[in-house]
């Protein structure tokens, strides 16, 4: 357990949007006071905590490469570390992007004691919490550290669901949950009354951990704020963070501990399958290239281990031509039904919830912890309706109504942080599952806990037709909001309304419509990328083919380097049957097998330089996510026209 009061005897970084005043912080000693007026950098994401060649390591490695891909180029490797810091300050949004724990990890065993930030977001915030690292939005705290107070520990547990605050006090996940299995402790009952629910809401109770002894679930009810274990029907996790977690599980159980239920846990070899052929010669030089593939070595030595299913990689002719399929894409194609509750070490795997399941991403001690316990604490979220009505013009997809929604100012001002997305309306239910899949994938680049649609037959005659599963009792598995049920915002959306529209460089809520971006000026674009969990689907083979045929009709040829990465290779073969794969490749398109890839910077399409432009498919732009150079976030539509545009544009310039 943490002492009552706590003092921070290292030094206070700010990290300031003056990179002279962040500089003199780092290297020359300069300790600034508190000023509530200085520019802290906002929108920190995870990515820049711990760029991707950062989480090939996951010991105390990691603690000498702490933020050192932040914006600017700043922040040197072991300068955090060797800086006497305990507390870290900055503006608006901490940890947004990926629900890496390597990224908490590496500031706490740096020597940070205490994040400080305007917003904290909800995976980062937790995946703190699990590790002991302590958290706070309240800037009234900075003077009082400054000048050396005891901080009572009761500052950092206010406004903390009751379970989240025993997590803190006892100093972390494993301690917490070693004094919940002894009974030393209990999480409070769930008192909330018979109530109208929304559609995760009705999930959390029917799922709701009602007697811990016998395993009885259900509750009658729960509502925004209620602390709880639920269970877990899929578990999964995947070679970037499975072996932190596999260590993490040896530490707090011990080396023979086991899985529990092993056929419900799944993994991954999807993340890093294409990073040889990316990877900088400075990072081969330091020996990154042995060490991001031991994550694959370590993780297929421990699902052997437990037994656990490794959907892993794909040989042709003797040659690896790539992974199965990304792990998001394989959760709906194989193992999420309608009603379930699924975890994933990925922030994406809210994907899952077009299925019409509660899917959300954890970090690696809650894996590592639900491996044995086989359940997930979950402080209820409040949800946002967004209704979907009318129909989409030619030309515009889910993604560009995604990108519409992510530019609201409700979501840009962080409002949207641990949020449920509930999209429904006759505007939803008119889309493919695979646009349907796009809404609810990007739910997270809102700062969002998930995103859920309500499943529908299309959702039971695909799962079905998929995998044989019992329609009957698909049917009786779907969960349905309450009329009535209570949503802290709502969304009316006339699709027909919405048209293309473009992210541009530094966050996907900084969407314009492309009308706009056109008549500020051509945007030349290098590299345009077709492909990840967003924009590998069926259906976007249906868009890329769609434009390719177009352009070659007018006699377009390529301008940019262009590549179209599939999903899974069920989708590569959907593609083969369509006729696409030799369309695209006729077109001078580089096909990819699935992979995570460019997406994390970890396969062909990332940049190189600076001064390079991508147009991409991918959910995410954030600062070094695919490259050093400007990500531009389209529809599979924008991209491939952009490529024979050789600029930023839709298929209307053809």
Not at 26 to 35: A, I, N, S, T
Not at 70 to 78: A, E
Not at 125 to 136: A, D, E, M, P, V
Request: glycine share 12%; charged share 20%; aromatic share 8%.
């Amino acid at each position: 357990m943490l002492p009552n009061t706590l003092q921070f005897q290292g030094r206070v970084l700010y990290l300031t949007e003056d990179g002279d005043q962040l500089k003199a912080q780092l290297y020359g000693h300069e300790v600034l006071p508190f000023d509530p007026a200085r520019q802290l950098i906002d929108n920190i994401s995870t990515d820049e905590l711990t760029p991707g060649w950062v989480c090939y390591y996951y010991d105390e490695t990691l603690g000498r490469y702490c933020l050192v891909g932040l914006r600017g180029g700043h922040v040197k490797q072991d300068a955090i570390q060797g800086g006497g810091f305990s507390v870290i300050v900055s503006g608006v949004s901490k940890g947004c992007g990926s629900s890496r724990e390597t990224a908490p990890f590496s500031e706490k065993v740096a020597g940070i004691r205490l994040v400080i930030a305007k917003n904290i977001e909800k995976i980062y915030g937790q995946n703190c919490q699990n590790i002991g690292l302590l958290t706070s939005t309240d800037f009234s705290l900075l003077p009082r550290i400054e000048r050396g107070e005891a901080i009572p520990l009761e500052e950092f547990t206010k406004g903390l669901d009751p379970i989240a605050a025993e997590i803190v006090r006892h100093g972390g996940l494993f301690a917490y949950n070693q004094a919940r299995l002894r009974g030393a402790t209990a999480p409070p009952a769930v008192t909330t009354k018979p109530r109208p629910m929304t559609l995760c809401e009705k999930i959390i109770s029917q799922r709701a951990i009602a007697d811990a002894k016998t395993g009885r679930l259900g509750i009658p009810a729960v509502q925004p704020g209620d602390a709880l274990f639920v269970r877990t029907d899929v578990r999964f996790s995947h070679e970037y963070v499975t072996p932190m977690a596999e260590a993490l599980f040896r530490q707090g159980l011990g080396a023979d501990a086991k899985i529990t239920d092993p056929q419900s846990v799944f993994a991954f070899r999807d993340h890093l399958t294409f990073l040889d052929r990316i990877m900088p010669e400075a990072h081969v030089k330091m020996g990154l290239k042995e060490q991001a593939a031991s994550l694959a070595t370590v993780q297929e030595t421990f699902t052997k281990k437990q037994g656990v299913k490794l959907y892993g990689e794909v040989h042709r002719n003797g040659q690896l031509v790539g992974s199965e399929g990304i792990c998001h894409n394989i959760v709906i194609e194989d193992l999420a039904e309608p009603g379930q509750l699924v975890i994933g070490t990925d922030s994406h795997t809210c994907m899952a919830g077009a299925l019409g399941c509660f899917a959300f991403g954890v970090g690696s001690t809650d894996m590592a912890n639900s491996w044995f316990t086989k359940d997930v604490r979950v402080k209820v979220p409040e949800s946002v309706r967004v209704n979907l009505r009318g129909q989409l013009r030619p030309g515009v997809c889910a993604k560009d109504v995604m990108l519409h929604l992510l530019s609201d100012a409700f979501f840009k001002t962080g409002a949207g942080i641990g949020k449920v997305l509930e999209f429904g309306g006759p505007g939803t239910l008119a889309l493919s599952l695979d646009e349907r899949a796009t809404l609810t994938n990007m739910a997270v680049e809102a700062g969002g806990f998930t995103g859920i649609i309500e499943a529908d037959e299309v959702v039971v005659e695909y799962i079905a037709s998929q995998r044989g599963a019992d329609r009957q009792r698909l049917r009786a598995q779907i969960v349905r909001a309450d009329p009535g049920a209570s949503y802290g915002k709502t969304f009316d959306i006339d699709l027909a309304m919405v048209e293309p529209t473009v992210a541009t460089p530094g966050d996907p809520r900084n969407g314009v419509p492309l009308r706009t971006l056109r008549a500020q000026g051509k945007v030349a674009v290098q590299i345009a990328y077709g492909g990840s969990c967003t924009g590998g689907k069926k259906a976007d083979m249906d868009m890329y083919a769609e434009v390719v045929r177009k352009a070659q009709e007018r006699g377009h040829s390529l301008r940019a380097k262009t590549y179209i990465q599939f999903g899974s290779q069920r989708i590569r073969d959907y593609a083969e049957r369509m006729g696409y794969v030799a369309l695209f490749e006729g077109a001078g398109i580089e096909l990819i097998d699935p992979s995570c890839g460019a997406c994390i910077k970890a396969g062909p399409g990332v940049s190189f330089t600076p001064d390079e432009v991508t147009v991409s498919a991918i959910n995410r732009n954030f600062p070094g996510r695919s490259g050093p150079g400007q990500v531009y976030l389209a529809s599979p539509y924008v991209v491939v026209a952009s490529a024979f545009l050789g600029h930023v544009g839709g298929p209307d310039e053809l």
